[in-house]
């Protein structure tokens, strides 16, 4: 049961699904897709029963490509991949770089799948699905997306992106990031999952090589004093705190971050640091200060 793989031979936890779950999943979206077709064509059969040949045909025509076109491409953009099927054999669409789909990528897959699912009784989706090495149709292709398993034995979820130290929490806030592309955000979600696993020298090299690919492309280079590493997970934290904020609709510059994995627990046990016994001097900064969960380094003075 094989990974997403970088270049640098860097396993990402998402699983790709296998083609006989997708296939049973595709399934129970037919039947039910189906069923609501049916119902409603026949009750626009009795509806336009006294309208003329051409206008039943155009009402039908517009009823297939609604219903079975339309409505699978709606479901996907408003559940974020997770159609009933789906959702009933623990899988999701995601974008090639692990984060949500759009309305652009259930658009693809929806025309595509129009082809090679229902013209072809998913016979064309079976064989690039086999012929894949991440059990992708032509679909998944061109939209550039994945089926994943969302359940996964425990020891899976457990590795997932370390979050940044809380001092490095919304300071990127104002960091341009439209111009990185997906391709870059895998090989940094990759990186940080797996960098505890990595050789020292191995893993502050791929930090440095990608945090300078990262200041390319935003236009500010890394700050002075923050570990490539660190710097990579903050940056990944801010994206991901921008699309939870589009998903919940709380959109704005000025909005608060919203927590993404241990980050808000990082941040309160950093806050609740007891402070130093009157007629003690406080520890200098770096002697015993606690040590970022990322990297283990310490915050600068």
């Known amino acids: 049961m094989s990974g997403l793989v970088t270049g640098d ?39 336009t029963a006294s309208l003329d040949d051409a206008a039943i045909a155009a009402v039908s025509v517009a009823t297939f490509l609604l219903i079975l076109v339309g409505l699978p491409i709606a479901v996907e953009t408003l559940s974020h991949g997770r159609s009933l099927g789906k959702l009933a054999c623990g899988l ?37 699905s086999l012929v894949s090495a991440r059990g992708r149709r032509i679909g998944d292709v061109l939209a550039g997306t994945l089926v994943v398993r969302e359940r996964v034995p425990s020891a899976s979820r457990a590795m997932g992106v370390p979050p940044p130290p809380p001092w490095l929490i919304g300071r990127f806030a104002q960091l341009d990031l439209s111009n990185v592309p997906d391709e ?22 791929m930090a440095g090589r990608l945090a300078a690919d990262v200041a390319g492309r935003t236009g500010a280079p890394v700050p002075q004093g ?6 990579l997970a903050a940056v990944v934290y801010e994206r991901q705190s921008r699309e939870a904020r589009r998903t919940l609709g709380a959109g704005g510059a000025g909005s608060s971050h919203v927590p993404v994995g241990g980050v808000a627990a990082a941040a309160e046990k950093s806050a609740r640091r007891p402070a130093a016994p009157a007629g ?22």
């Open 92 to 128: 999701r669409v995601v974008r090639d770089d692990g984060g949500p789909i759009r309305f652009r990528h259930a658009l693809v897959r929806g025309a595509v799948g129009m082809v090679e699912i229902l013209m072809t009784f998913g016979v064309v989706a079976c064989i690039a």
């Open 9 to 47: 031979a860097v396993v990402l936890g998402l699983q790709p699904a296998r083609l006989p779950s997708r296939a049973l999943a595709i399934v129970i979206d037919l039947v039910v897709v189906w069923t609501v077709y049916l119902m409603v064509a026949l009750g626009l059969a009795v509806a």
């Open 280 to 301: 003690q001097a406080a520890p200098e900064a770096g002697a015993g200060a606690e040590k970022s969960p990322t990297t283990g380094f310490a915050p600068p003075a």
């Open 184 to 205: 870059l955000w895998l090989a940094i979600r990759q990186y940080l999952m797996r960098m505890r696993q990595l050789d020292p020298a191995v893993s502050g090299s």
């Open 226 to 231: 923050v570990p490539p590493a660190e710097y």
